[in-house]
């Protein structure tokens, strides 16, 4: 037991000395890079224009059908009243295709944001050669990479390069780590 306190206190010892920093990121995923995040900002901008577009086109279609309305005479003419149907009609079909179409483009707008936001998670991921062995790490509170290293015996450059990180010092709590073998 004394052996087991000896060796946790050696690698505190290690961890301070060597310098290293655990970051607490509350954060799980890594943060998305600046051109994938401006390339979906305008899209959900351009998709946005497209929808208020379609909301102004509804709103002179419903201004014209209730303006056809009130124009209608109190005497009209059987054809009169008929061409009145018509143009209602062609404005209800109207609306109804302007409905859809909006319909349409949110769901395009869904899908196009989550199969980015899934293209950016998968990008995200440290590759890893199939044939790689190994363990996977969660990083908890006061864990630098060097202790984690000294206590799967691997370097810390193998872990580094294993989960494609920027830097020894850069981890956070709650981070899986692949430690490979």
Do not use: W
Not at 154 to 171: E, R, T, W
């Amino acid at each position: 037991m004394k052996a087991f306190f000896s060796l946790a206190t050696l690698l505190c010892l290690g961890a301070v000395l060597t310098g290293c920093v655990t970051v607490q990121d509350q954060t799980a995923p890594p943060p998305a890079s600046k051109a994938d995040v401006q390339f979906l900002s305008e899209e959900i901008r351009r998709l946005q224009a497209r929808l208020e577009a379609s909301d102004q086109e509804m709103g002179r279609l419903s201004a014209e059908l209730y303006a056809s309305r009130s124009r209608q005479p109190e005497a009209a003419s059987a054809t009169q009243v008929q061409a009145l149907q018509g143009q209602i009609e062609d404005l209800q079909r109207q609306l109804v295709a302007l409905d859809a179409a909006r319909a349409k483009d949110r769901d395009k707008l869904y899908q196009d944001i989550s199969q980015n936001v899934a293209k950016l998670m998968k990008n995200s991921a440290p590759a890893r050669a199939a044939s790689q062995t190994g363990y996977e790490h969660t990083v908890k509170t006061g864990e630098s990479l060097s202790a984690i290293a000294v206590a799967y015996n691997v370097k810390v450059a193998a872990i580094v390069q294993a989960n494609n990180l920027k830097s020894a010092d850069q981890i956070y709590v709650g981070q899986k780590l692949f430690i490979p073998q």
